[in-house]
C-alpha cells in the first residue's frame, strides 16, 4: 500500500545566504520522486562545513537555482516510497544516506528525495541521530584512506583527528592495519588514543614536524589556512607521499608546493555512494568503528547549530533532530 503523503512540508531553509540567522523554518512543497530515487522521512540530519561554507556563499551556493533552499548532505531516517516494488529497501525501512545540494533538495527538512545510489540501511547499533552524523563524514575518510593505499604497516598523519572526518580517518586507517599520527588539541588527546591512533600530537604545544618524518602519506583536513599547517606537512613526508587536502579552497598553491618538495598531492571530493556505506554499515555494526555527535540541535535551533559548528572546536559531529 502506498503510503499517502502531505503536499508540503516543515523545512529548515535559507531565502539568502549570508549569516547563521538566514536560516529559518519554512512550509516547503514536498520533493517529487523521479526514476530510481527514494523518498524517505528524515529523523536526523548531519551538519558539515560545506553547510556552513554555502549558507555563507561560499561552497557550492553558486550552484542554487532558486530559494528558498534546503541545505543538509546527511540523514538518516524511514523509507516511504521506494522506487519499484522489488527494490531491496521499501517503506518502513530504517536507511542512511547522503543528498547531493543543492541539485537536489537538502536533508533538513522532513522529507527528502535521494537515488538509490545514495542510500543504505541503518547500522542497526545507531540511533538515527548517530547515523545523521556518518554519510558525508564517513564517505570522506573511507575515500582517502582508499587514496593512500594503506596496507598494514603504513604510516599516517591525520590532521585534526577528532573532527568530524578525522575521527573517522583515524578508525578506517587504523582498521586497515596502518600506524596512525593524529593532531589535536590538549582536550582531545585520549579521545584520539580511544580511537586507535599509535601517537598523538598536542598542537598547541608541540610542532609536528620537528618529531616525525618518513610518512607515507598526510590527510589535511586543515589546509594552508593556519599556521601554514599544509606546507609544513610536505616536510614529514618521504619521497613520492601523498598528501590529500579536504577542505575547499583552503590551499590554492598546493600543486607547485608539492611538485617543489617531490611530493604527491590531490584534493578530494567526497560522492555518494551506497556501496562503500553497505562496508562501514559492516564496521560499525561489528563495533570496530564509532561515531561521536558532539551536541544535537532541534530544526528550528539551525542558526546555533551553524554558530557552534564555525567556532571550529567540535568534537566528532553536530546533528539536527528533524522528527521523532
Known sequence: MTLE???????????????????????????????DELIVRVVAAGINPIDAKTRAGRGVSAAIESYPAILGNDFSGVVV??????????????????????????????????????????????????AAALPVAALTAWGMVDLAQVTPGHRM??????????????????????????????????FLRELGADEVIDYTTQRFEDVLSGLDSVMDLIGNVHDNTGSRSLRVLCPGGLLVNVPTGSWPTLQEEAAAAGIRATGFKVAPDARALDQITTLVNSGAVRVHVDQIFELDEGAAAHRLLEEGHTRGKIVLGVAG
Not at 82 to 111: C, H, I, K, N, W
Open 157 to 190: 598523519l591525520i590532521h585534526a583527528g577528532s573532527g568530524g572526518v578525522g575521527h573517522l580517518a583515524v578508525q578506517f586507517a587504523h582498521a586497515r592495519g596502518a600506524h596512525v599520527t593524529a593532531t589535536g588539541s590538549p582536550a582531545n588527546l585520549d
Open 5 to 35: 503523503l502531505p503536499s508540503t512540508m516543515r523545512a529548515l531553509v535559507i531565502n539568502r545566504t549570508g549569516a547563521p540567522d538566514e536560516l529559518h523554518i519554512e512550509q516547503v512543497p514536498l520533493p517529487l520522486q523521479l526514476f
Open 81 to 130: 516510497r521506494a522506487p519499484y516494488e522489488a527494490f531491496p529497501l521499501q517503506p518502513g525501512d530504517d536507511v542512511y544516506g547522503m543528498a547531493r545540494v543543492p541539485r537536489t533538495g537538502g536533508s533538513y527538512a522532513q522529507y527528502v528525495t535521494v537515488s538509490s545510489l545514495s542510500v543504505a540501511r541503518k547500522p542497526n547499533k545507531l540511533s538515527h541521530y548517530e
